[in-house]
């Protein structure tokens, strides 16, 4: 089997996690303070499409669609919907495929292109979207029941967990792209060994592996989004980081769920890949019993098979040269509910989703160890500190640590796709 | 002690609510499907703030200050800080105050001010705020124990309620405006008698009374608000219905809290009282344990004297013209946690608030029976019937039962002060 290949060289190498087939959105700069624009990923290159836009080449595209690609944000190419999506990832896949044999007209064309392309490791990433609602979900099975064993010991997993995609609303003004530092938080917390609680820096910061979903359109307040409907209104995914204290979490959750223990900051990554290139890496999820019709899908291939990875770079580790350590790996399909249950549930009672909507997964782990998406499963809790290859131990993050999720797509006959990489490094609390 | 007047005579009647000294923001158009202005309330008139910049009449004031005067939505003005907001309360209370003795000057430019007036029982009010978070806290001891008594009889007050201000990210998509119509939702819920959850329209649809804060100028991510500088980030207060559907909250707000049995619809009153109109109405909070220092406030007058009430209008009521019905009375000053304790507390771990925020109290409820804020306290989650005057009972909301919530500041010497009415009707579920 022959995989079609672009005339931008890098995109056809075996691991560039950028070939023709992926295309992610980003938004981006060349240098700092200037407005972004939006970026297509293609081999070690992004593709400006603001500048591509305004070059005509996208003139056979509708012409809402050929502004949304001069926003700062993908939110207006979210509004113009899925048949748009579909007609622009068209549009730039014949702009970019090797055409064989080459003419002197699109020789023209593609040094034309290739003009306004900028390397990625020159690009300064912004945040993708305006993201004005972020929903964590919780659709790890796994990770419900290695949570609820340190905390319930006798009841880890909650009845209600089989039935519905627990979620809860997340904050949506400290979202961070990529490589913003995370400033360890104060927060009023409660010791073991005293009676009263205390404000001080945490001292259980924890990351926790997620897979955001960015809802392209929107429905009407009042108007529930079908389950059979609910592909069409997932633009893409990104992978996000939503940093935990967990000693800040444990005292004020009760009873009405995290708050100051997750809002202090959310990492995304730049690169947003959309529904429709992750479309040949459709995978099932195990088996489960099924759920009420409201949130029974026809098609068994509700997730995507994506392989993720969280690694861990200590401040000793660079001082040393040495390589990021891996700290665990699972994969989105370890989920229990797909990202169509999430939608279908989420507007069930008439709520609205609105185009660069975030509804992120929540923790993902999976069912064996080593897998486990964040330090509290990991160290039980910072009971069974985690021994780093350098011989470092960590119950939970230390000042300076780096941590870095990575998502692959890997399938036989297919090219590697990547979800790119979500980065951010502790910084001492003030 | 004389009360300074308005040349607007019906600001100047004892019950108008709407004195010179009170001048709430609001957002309104005369006809549908127009871009809103933004008002300011005056007697039975609302002055229009747009149209009022425009005429030159603002020109003492700042550019940024005229030029936020003519946006759809307070954010921009919010943005220019608390100096600003002064300026302009001075300004606008310069153009309406009685002026004596009259001179042509003043009579010609009180013709033009009314010349920009539209009476308030013409206008179609609209969202004041384009809010991108919303956050509701539970900042009522007494709602807090009330409840806890039905779900924990044993164990009513968990032990982190006296030390923070307990709260969660609400849906902000789901604002509306008062008068919008609230659709019965559907939801997952888990009937007593039944071994698995059902998917039907809630059967316990609740109403909560609460005031909004709204943020005026916000902070830098990792820039905590210290408590002293926190009344200086309240722009003013509204009236918020944070519609309930207690079967579905109950069914899934463990572990992370309310959700869908909320996010189907919140409502906001028109008006935005000021901060600084409200100062004269200062009052301290019952007293209370000391706060962690980080919680600690110098001055004792850290709430506001609003008697807040509660009155219900079934179909019934409407058909037979019956008044409206009265179902509790509370007070603003009821409350455990200041305004000013919540923002210290919201950005304890560097959480950037935004303009145009909403921090919502939470269910206000007072310590005597009456005074509870919501039917699951005062039915006894349904267990124990409200009559009404007219003989219909109520453990939940019925179909066609319009709530109606009401604020009002009164204070010997002082004008009474409105902050006018949120109001929502119930439809039958889809």
Redesign the interface.
Same mark, same amino acid.
């Given at each position: 089997m022959t995989i079609t290949t672009s005339w931008v060289g890098t995109a056809n190498e075996p691991d560039s996690g950028f070939p023709l087939q992926a295309l992610p959105f980003c938004a981006f700069t060349p240098t700092p303070d200037t407005t972004p624009h939006l970026g297509v990923g293609i081999g070690s290159f992004i593709l400006d499409l603001h500048q591509l836009s305004e070059s005509q080449l996208l003139n056979t595209l509708p012409a809402d669609v050929r502004q949304a690609c001069t926003a700062p944000t993908l939110n207006a190419l979210m509004r113009c919907g899925s048949a748009a999506w579909s007609a622009l990832r068209q549009r730039l896949t014949d702009i970019l495929i090797t055409i064989e044999p080459r003419s002197d007209r699109n020789t023209d064309q593609q040094r034309l292109v290739a003009s306004l392309m900028l390397p990625q490791s020159r690009a300064i990433f912004h945040k993708p979207v305006a993201a @004005? #609602?972020y929903t964590?979900f919780?659709a790890s099975l796994h990770h419900a029941t290695n949570v609820g064993k340190l905390f319930r010991p006798d009841n880890p997993l909650?009845p #209600?967990y089989p039935?519905?995609p627990?979620?809860? +609303?997340? =904050? %949506? /003004? /400290?979202l961070?792209i990529s490589g913003s530092p995370i =400033?360890r938080? +104060?927060? @009023?917390l409660?010791l073991p060994d005293q009676p009263?609680?205390?404000?001080q820096p945490t001292a259980q910061l924890d990351y926790e592996l997620e897979v955001a979903a960015y809802i392209g359109t929107g429905n009407p307040?009042?108007t529930?989004i079908p389950i059979a409907d609910a592909p069409a209104h997932l633009f893409g995914l990104s992978l996000l980081n939503d940093w935990s %204290?967990r000693d800040?979490q444990s005292?004020? !959750?009760?009873?009405?769920?995290? *708050? &100051?223990?997750k /809002? *202090? %900051?959310t990492s995304l990554s730049p690169w947003v890949i959309s529904a429709e290139a992750l479309a040949p890496y459709r995978t099932p999820l195990a088996p489960r019993p099924a759920p009420?019709? !409201?949130l029974a899908e026809r098609t068994s291939t509700t997730s995507f098979d994506i392989t993720l990875e969280v690694l861990i770079s200590t401040s000793h580790m660079r001082e040393h040269n040495l390589p990021p350590a891996r700290l665990s790996a699972s994969n989105l399909s370890d989920l229990y509910w797909s990202f169509a249950q999430m939608i279908t +549930? +989420?507007t /069930? #009672?008439?709520? #609205? &989703? @609105?185009p660069g909507?975030i509804l992120a997964s929540g923790t993902i782990s999976g069912p064996q160890p080593g897998s486990e998406g964040c330090l509290l499963e990991l160290t039980r809790r910072g009971t069974v500190p985690l021994q780093l290859p350098n011989g470092e131990l960590r119950e939970f993050l230390a000042d300076g640590d780096e941590i870095i999720l990575r998502g692959t797509c890997q399938r036989a006959g297919l090219p590697t796709i990547t979800l790119g990489e979500c980065r951010g490094t502790i910084l001492p609390a &003030?």
């Open positions: @004005q #609602n964590d919780y909650l #209600n039935w519905l627990i979620g809860y +609303h997340g =904050r %949506a /003004s /400290s961070v =400033r938080p +104060h927060g @009023q409660k009263t609680p205390v404000f307040l009042g529930p %204290a800040i005292w004020e !959750y009760q009873p009405l769920g995290p *708050f &100051l223990g /809002s *202090f %900051a009420l019709p !409201y +549930h +989420h /069930s #009672n008439g709520c #609205n &989703l @609105q909507d &003030l």
